[in-house]
């Protein structure tokens, strides 16, 4: 066995029992939390990224890399290993005040309730009265709740962004911004030409929208346009469509069932996901996770999913969106290295979960999948893609806000963020900001920056990723609904080489050109 081989299945063999292991225990704390299974997924992360920081290793990965493995298949292992070892090889003391500051940081968020009037409010109660409230004062003092922890932790945000940046700089990298773009695969000026290309297609079609939904606010809280600030509208950050104005689907879905919907939608393109349902935890109890997620236990097949299913539109989407990610584990080509046998990056396996996510609001779905008379989908179809078409352009450019404004944090962590927040708020989301000393570093309330550091940009690519594959599906399957065309293209195209291949690569040769915004800029006009 050649040297490069042996070393990469040398740190497999490390690695793989790491990883099913954390993967068990993390579904346990998931599903049936005790002090116990906490305890355990804390040692076997700890172990864990004791490996990843292991520094001989990591001398003879980039040994092995500058040597050129002739296998492209260990080459691939090899670039999938520095990615993985990279960012953890840090000093020992840097390393623990990084940890630290992140716990710290982290477990404010979880305990820090914003205050009404002297009274403690949490998320739910904020967005209660953001949906609901028509009284401008109590809409004010909601959103200014949401905004307190921001103050409460900016200062260690700001620290957190220099050390991040310390440990980059440690390595040869510009910023922590720069040191998590390049081990995630992604190219930073390719990166913000996407961006420019997106703003320059949302720009005008998203002004004109919020111009008619400035229109309404302004009617509804009768005060002149200029007058309205952010509290006027429904999400603390503006990152979603308001609801008023949008099709209701909740009715459509009340008496529905949802996981014989979800296997039909997946049968109809030739894909059998009863082996997942099997393994899988839909319903809420005490004691599980509120959230929905699916995980790959072993990469041999034992594939679950979360969720906390009530009969309604937001769980019949995630349903789809998370047997999304499922399928795309379970078709994986098992012939391959183990640490190939996954999703090739974050970014594919959140496009294809937002393509079946999308469906619910898909003519053809609820006509032929969940059995709404034509009537009825004929009535609703023209909301429908007016829904749609807003709920992409906020978001779109509510990622504008957040990319731009991360890089510039990790460039400059000392600058006055609160200043550069409200300009590009202003500049991509077309907010009026509050007039200065109503709220205090609004900025750091959004907890991304702290846990998940750098990675918004993949949320948009995801959506790029949806409409290009979306797009290509149509094309050569015919669509996505009842189509086993469609189940062929993605099993064999996008599927099956697993991170055999580089994202871009994969994305390349599946649609027949390179990722773009112009599917996605396609949907915008529709
Ligand atoms: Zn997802």
Known sequence: MPDDTRLAADIEARLRPL??????????????????ANERRERIELERRDLLADADAFAAIRAARARGAADPLVRRQLDVLHDAFAPHQVPGDLRRRLVELEVDVESTFNTHRGEIDGQRVDDNQIREILGTSDD?????????????????????????????????????????????????????????????????RTAAPFAEWKAGADDELATRFDCAVADLRPWHFD???????????AVDLDALFENADLEALTLRTYDGIGLD???????????????KSQHAFCIDIDREGDVRVLCNIEPNERWMDTMLHEFGHATYDREVDDALPWLLRGATHALTTEGVAMLFGRLPRDPRWLGTIAGID???????????VAARR???LVFARWVLVMTNFERGLYADPEADHETRW?????????????????????????????VAPVYYQNYLYGELVASQLGATIDARAGGLVDSP?????????????????????????????PLTAAAFGRQLAG
């Not at 957190?160 to 998590?180: K, P, Q, S, T, V």
């Not at 996901?273 to 004691?287: F, N, Q, T, Y």
């Not at 300009?423 to 205090?440: C, H, I, K, N, S």
């Not at 189940?487 to 994305?507: E, I, K, Q, T, Y």
């Open 19 to 36: 990883e099913v292991a954390l993967a068990e225990a993390w579904w346990e704390t998931s599903t049936r939390a005790s002090p116990e």
């Open 273 to 287: 996901l009863r082996p997942v349902l099997a393994h899988s935890d839909l319903l809420a109890r005490e004691g």
């Open 422 to 450: 409200w300009d590009l708020v202003e500049r991509f989301q077309l907010l009026g900001r509050p007039e200065r000393g109503t709220v205090d570093a609004a900025w750091a309330s959004k907890i991304h920056l702290t």
């Open 485 to 513: 065309g469609a189940g062929r293209f993605l099993v064999d195209a996008f599927f099956l080489p697993g991170a055999s291949l580089r994202w871009d690569h994969l994305m390349e040769q599946a649609t027949g050109e």
């Open 136 to 200: 401008p004062t109590e809409r004010r003092a909601a959103w200014l709740a949401s905004k307190q922890v921001g103050a409460v932790v900016a200062g260690r945000v700001g620290e957190l962004a220099g050390l991040r940046n310390e440990a980059a700089r440690a390595l040869g990298y510009r910023d922590h911004f720069d040191l998590a773009l390049a081990t995630g695969e992604l190219d930073e000026d390719r990166l913000f030409a996407t961006l420019a290309d997106v703003d320059a």
């Open 374 to 384: 034509a009537a009825r989908v004929d009535d609703l179809a023209p909301a429908l």
């Open 235 to 245: 999400d603390p950050f503006f990152q979603e469509a308001p609801a008023a104005g």
């Open 390 to 392: 807003a709920n992409l």
